[in-house]
């Protein structure tokens, strides 16, 4: 079946510091999505990619997807405390309904 | 828009007894909505996809007598666990979205459900 993997599982970094979370699809996607889901909290919607080799920025985050819409990448420039959380991503396949969600990366910082 | 509740967010039954858990749209109709399980630090694992007016469809090695699922309306799925033992504590979490499959899903708020 579809698998979603994601790495790394965990990060650590210094507050101020980037952070880059990948994903790599065993099948093509229609669309990827990102999730954040902070400690003790639910999976909040962070975006949506859909074209191949799209990219978009929120702020600090920028998304992207590849050509052949298989992998995506979640990159953090200058992380906050704020950041603190889980990253999943979650793929969709052609005319499907169901995500299938990465393991997610966990983002912790050192103030 | 796209609000999603669920209720209870904590719940300790005794092994044996049954517990019900609720998902509700809240400002949109959602003819399908998603329940997941999820393990301390682990990803969200796909119990089944809830579809209104009709039977869910269940993912496979997931028991469909026992966690029961039930889509009567457009705004409301519920998830029974029946006949709770220990092993079944987890993090229950529903989703749903405006655009199924076109757009981002809203997620409820989750259950935290302890079997003692």
């Known amino acids: 079946g579809q698998q979603v993997m994601q790495i790394p599982q965990y990060q650590h970094v210094q507050e101020g510091e980037d952070f880059t979370t990948y994903c790599n699809s065993s099948?093509?996607?229609?669309?990827i999505q990102w999730y954040k889901q902070r400690p003790g909290g639910h999976p909040v919607f962070l975006i949506q990619?859909?074209?191949?080799?799209e990219v978009k920025k929120q702020k600090r985050l920028t998304f992207q997807f590849g050509e052949a819409k298989k992998n995506s990448s979640l990159h953090i420039t200058a992380t906050q405390t704020t950041d603190v959380g889980t990253y999943f991503c979650a793929g969709l396949k052609q005319g499907a309904q169901k995500l299938v969600f990465g393991q997610g990366t966990r983002l912790t910082i050192n103030p | 828009g796209a609000v999603v509740s669920q209720h209870p967010s904590r719940v300790i039954c005794k092994s044996g007894t049954s517990v019900k858990i609720e998902c509700r749209s809240l400002d949109f109709q959602a003819t399908t909505m998603f329940w997941y399980r999820q393990f301390p630090k682990k990803s969200l694992m796909l119990m089944a996809t809830s579809n209104e007016g009709s039977k869910a469809t269940y993912e496979q090695g997931v028991e469909k007598d026992k966690f029961l699922i039930n889509h009567a309306s457009l705004t409301l799925s519920t998830l029974t666990v029946t006949s709770a033992h220990p092993e079944d504590s987890s993090f229950y979490i529903c989703s749903a979205g405006i655009r199924t499959g076109l757009s981002g899903y809203t997620f409820g708020s989750g259950t935290r459900l302890t079997v003692v």
């Open positions: 990619l859909v074209k191949s080799g």
């Open positions: 099948t093509t996607l229609s669309n």
